[in-house]
């Protein structure tokens, strides 16, 4: 599988991050069998978070026995310093291992969280501090919020060495500024900021939940996923040709598989294709009726 | 509205800011908010139909009362509807004076003229373009053997031909068009491929089959019925279909 650099970490990932989060849903032996499988796709960056239910829990016996395999990203939605200590040491147990190759600010939502998190009393302290210890490598950022609060981040924290962020063709296709993921992108770039991609396979939010209760729902995402095995492949596809450093797999296990064949199969897309994909999705998505062209 | 990346993309070489430009066939205005949204002085979207007049007029024109944080990406933003004149006229002719426009857009236009048509329409996009105007001709490449959606592109082309006596649609190669605007004066600077496959969704699909419709429905009883009829099986039959190429054509009048 392609890999490409993480910034300036001087790890190169390859361009499918396993989002471990899929994990949280299967059995201990289902979650080995899994993370046995992503690694005979050659995926070497996973991805997992405290708040994904047991994700750390069950990727921890396959992740010890395959450490040096596994550039290994964690996050924490703390923003004090105090919080984020104790929040690493939690998933650092959790994890059973004695180190965390990138730790992510998690979900960062409003400006003053950003404010929060680079006070000297903020999480960042405690990354830092935490670095220093040897107990993380490298610092990132996770947000599906603003564009222009992420862009704020990468100006405002010096040593970001990597953001995880939405991008497929749905955003892509609008031009308002709060759904401007490629300025991050962009600008990202410029800093040899690493960028890792979320919400690739996004179809669409659910129906409400008084047409479609959440236990009837299909998948575990968040969002409807794109399913079919060509949709899947297009989506990766279109991700990873903007230029990321890596994309994240969905949340459910059910896709993990086709987006592993995906990422194997990689080989670019060129422009008129990216261009149609996101004509089909605008035009799926637009209320404008009878629009005979493109 | 958002700008379709197939006329981001084929305006992106086009010096636009500060010109008067025409909209040759405003549709739903998607070319005129893609000339705007690039800084154009003046828009004319001229359109012989009084629905899509109102669609752009509504789309665009009033896309001022929206905000916007002046980052400088929406030129203009909020003085679209000063800045836009949709015009309800025939192409064939345009209520411009001579030498009026400094760019044309004909984006996704040319498939809806038949030859005759597209000649007299050149001739007067020449009339109204100023020495040195720039033309953008965005259309279709003719669909490839077996698609599905050439299916139903021939039955509204059946129900239009009986009915009116002209196609609905006409798929000129891209090589014809270069020619063809050569002919008109028109010097070729460039061609680029805006989408391929080009993705016929489910919307484009229903909107060519209600087309189908209207036309079979001014047609002779048996026959018209019947072509409706095909054309709504086609419909549904065909869903969407990702097919065939659209292009885009730039060129420019001598100094």
Not at chain 1, 177 to 202: H, P, Q, S
Not at chain 2, 45 to 70: C, I, L
Not at chain 2, 183 to 204: C, D, I, K, M
């Amino acid at each position: 599988m392609e890999t490409r650099p993480l910034g300036d970490t001087g790890h190169d990932s390859t361009v499918a991050t396993f989002g471990a989060i899929a994990l949280n849903w299967l059995e201990q032996e289902g979650a080995n069998q899994l993370v046995e499988h992503v690694l005979d796709y050659g995926v070497n960056h996973f991805d997992v978070a405290p708040e994904y239910g047991d994700a750390e829990l069950k990727l921890g016996p396959k992740l010890r026995q395959h450490r040096e395999e596994i550039f290994l990203g964690c996050k924490t939605q703390e923003r004090t310093y105090e919080g984020a200590w104790r929040k690493l040491d939690r998933s650092l147990n959790r994890l059973g291992v004695d180190t965390i190759d990138l730790y992510q600010v998690h979900g960062l939502e409003y400006e003053e969280e950003l404010d929060a998190i680079t006070d000297d009393d903020g999480a960042l302290a405690a990354f830092r501090e935490a670095k220093e210890e040897g107990l993380i490598d490298h610092v990132g950022l996770t947000s599906h919020g603003d564009p222009g609060l992420i862009l704020d981040a990468l100006d405002r924290i010096d040593d970001l060495e990597s953001v995880m962020f939405p991008l497929n063709p749905v955003v892509a296709g609008k031009d308002d500024d709060e759904y401007d993921y490629e300025a991050v992108l962009a600008r990202a770039d410029e800093r040899n900021v690493g960028t890792l991609g979320i919400k690739a396979f996004a179809g669409g939010t659910w129906p409400p939940t008084d047409e479609l209760p959440e236990a009837d729902r299909p998948f575990a995402n968040w969002y409807r996923p794109v399913t079919a095995p060509d949709e899947i492949s297009e989506r990766f596809d279109f991700a990873a040709a903007q230029g990321l450093t890596s994309v994240v797999s969905a949340g459910d296990p059910k896709l993990v598989t086709m987006i592993l064949e995906a990422a194997a199969d990689y080989d670019g897309m060129d422009e008129a294709a990216q261009r149609s994909l996101i004509e089909r999705v605008r035009h799926d998505d637009s209320p404008v009726p009878e629009q005979l062209h493109h | 509205m958002d700008v379709p990346r197939t006329v981001a993309t084929a305006l992106a070489d086009r010096p636009v800011a500060g010109k008067r430009c025409l909209e040759a066939g405003a549709g739903a205005g998607n070319a005129t908010a893609g000339l705007l949204a690039n800084g154009a002085a003046r828009v004319y979207a001229v359109t012989n139909d009084r629905d899509h007049a109102r669609t752009t007029r509504r789309r665009v024109g009033d896309e001022g009362n929206r905000s916007s944080d002046g980052d400088g990406n929406d030129e203009g933003g909020d003085d679209h509807a000063d800045r836009l004149a949709v015009l309800e006229a025939d192409l064939r002719a345009v209520p411009l004076p001579d030498d009026a426009v400094d760019v044309i857009t004909a984006h996704g236009l040319c498939n809806v003229l038949d030859p005759a048509s597209l000649s007299a329409v050149a001739e007067e996009l020449s009339r109204v373009a100023a020495p040195g105007a720039h033309l953008v001709v965005d259309d279709y490449d003719p669909v490839p053997d077996g698609a599905a959606i050439g299916e139903l592109f021939a039955v509204e082309n059946a129900a239009s031909e009986l009915s009116r006596g002209r196609p609905a649609l006409t798929f000129y190669p891209a090589a014809f068009l270069r020619r063809f605007f050569a002919g008109h004066g028109w010097e070729f600077e460039r061609e680029r491929t805006l989408l391929e496959p080009v993705p016929w969704t489910e919307s484009h699909v229903a909107a060519h089959a209600d087309q189908a419709v209207d036309a079979a429905k001014e047609g002779p009883g048996e026959t018209g019925d019947a072509l409706a009829a095909a054309a709504r099986r086609l419909e549904s039959e065909i869903g969407s279909e990702s097919v065939g190429r659209m292009y885009g054509l730039a060129f420019r009048l001598p100094d």
